[in-house]
C-alpha cells in the first residue's frame, strides 16, 4: 500500500469522497459541463462531437423535403380553368337551337359559361349546365358557337366550334308579306298589252306565321285595286271588282267593271328575321266582264286570263 505521506498527498483527502467531475486544466467550465462538447488538445478551443453534424444534417434534409413538398401543394395557386368540351348540337326547332358540353373532369366547376357566336357574347349559363339553348332566331340557318368557362375572372380557352342549324319549314307555312313585282302575262290581248309589270304590298292579318292577308296593287297604268287573300294551306285567294276600261267612245261610255279573281301560292321562302317568308310566288288571275249597253252602244260579257309570277322586292 502507498504511504500518503510518502507520495506527499494530503491524508485527509485520500480518505474524502471522489470529487464531482472537472474539467481538466485550463477548459472553459462553461463548456466542460455539456459532455456532448470537448475542446481541442491544441488551442483549447470548443469542439462539437460528431454527433451534432448529424443532427445539423437532418435539420436540413427536412427542410429540403418541405419545401420540395409545398412545390407540389401549394394551396394558394388556384387550379387552371379547364377548357369545355365535348361541344355537340341538340335539338333544334325553326326559330331556336340547343347544344351541350361535358362538365370539366377535374377541379371544381366554373362561375359561369360563356357562349360566344360571331366574336361576341351570346349569352350565358350557370356554372353547373351542361346545355344552351337560344330563341329568336332565323329558320333555316346555321350558327357556329363557341364556350367559355369563367371562374374567378379568370377565363378558360375557348372550346372547339360548335355548328348548329335551325330547322326549315316547309314553303306551304311560308307568310306572304311585304313588297312584291309580278308579272302579268295575259293570255290574250287585254287593255291593249300583252303584259305589265304590277307593284303588290301584301299586309298580313296575323302578328306571325302564314295567314290571310290584304292585297294592295298597282298596274303599269297607274290603276290601283285592292282585294283580300284568304289562306288555305299554301293557297291564297280572293276576289275583287275594278274599273279599268270603259264601254264606249270617248266622251260617250259607262263602266264597264270587271271582277278579278287572283290565285297564288308561294314557290320558295327565306329566313327573314324570325319569320320564314316567301320570296317568290306564281299563280293566275281571271278577269270577268258582265254585258253592258246604253241607248246607243253595248258591250258583251268577256273573259280574260293571265298568268302570275312575282318575287319579293
Not at 30 to 54: C, E, F, K, N, Y
Request: proline content about 9%; overall charge positive.
Amino acid at each position: 500500500m502507498t504511504d500518503p505521506e510518502a507520495t506527499g498527498q494530503d491524508p485527509s483527502a485520500a480518505s474524502a469522497p471522489a470529487a464531482p467531475w472537472a474539467p481538466p486544466a485550463g477548459q472553459d467550465p462553461l463548456t466542460a459541463d455539456d459532455p456532448a462538447i470537448s475542446q481541442d488538445a491544441a488551442t483549447g478551443a470548443p469542439r462539437r462531437r460528431r454527433r451534432w453534424v448529424w443532427f445539423t444534417l437532418a435539420a436540413v434534409v427536412a427542410a429540403l423535403g418541405l419545401a420540395a413538398g409545398l412545390v407540389v401543394w401549394a394551396p394558394w395557386v388556384p387550379p387552371p380553368v379547364l377548357r369545355p368540351a365535348g361541344l355537340a348540337a341538340g335539338p333544334a326547332t325553326a326559330n331556336s337551337i340547343s347544344f351541350r358540353w361535358s362538365p370539366p373532369p377535374a377541379g371544381p366547376l366554373p362561375d359561369k359559361y360563356l357562349i360566344l357566336s360571331g366574336g361576341t357574347v351570346a349569352g350565358s349559363a350557370v356554372g353547373t349546365a351542361v346545355s344552351y339553348r337560344q330563341a329568336g332566331l332565323t329558320p333555316a340557318t346555321r350558327y357556329q358557337y363557341r364556350v367559355v368557362a369563367v371562374r374567378g375572372g379568370k377565363r378558360s380557352p375557348q372550346s372547339a366550334i360548335v355548328t348548329v342549324s335551325t330547322l326549315t319549314p316547309p314553303v306551304s307555312q311560308a307568310r306572304l308579306q311585304g313588297t312584291w313585282i309580278v308579272t302579268v302575262k295575259y293570255i290574250q290581248r287585254v287593255f291593249g298589252r300583252p303584259n305589265e309589270t304590277q307593284t303588290w304590298d301584301v299586309i298580313p292579318a296575323c302578328v306571325a306565321g302564314a295567314c290571310h292577308a290584304t292585297l294592295h296593287a298597282t298596274t303599269a297604268n297607274g290603276d290601283a285595286y285592292s282585294v283580300k287573300l284568304t289562306r288555305t294551306g299554301a293557297l291564297y285567294r280572293g276576289q275583287t271588282v275594278v274599273n279599268f276600261t270603259q264601254c264606249g267612245t270617248t266622251g260617250n261610255s259607262i263602266p264597264d267593271p270587271t271582277t278579278l279573281t287572283i290565285r297564288v301560292h308561294a314557290t320558295a321562302a327565306a329566313g327573314e328575321g324570325q319569320v320564314w317568308a316567301a320570296t317568290s310566288l306564281t299563280g293566275t288571275m281571271v278577269g270577268t266582264s258582265q254585258y253592258v249597253s246604253a241607248a246607243t252602244f253595248y258591250c258583251p260579257a268577256a273573259t280574260f286570263k293571265a298568268t302570275l309570277s312575282g318575287t319579293s322586292g
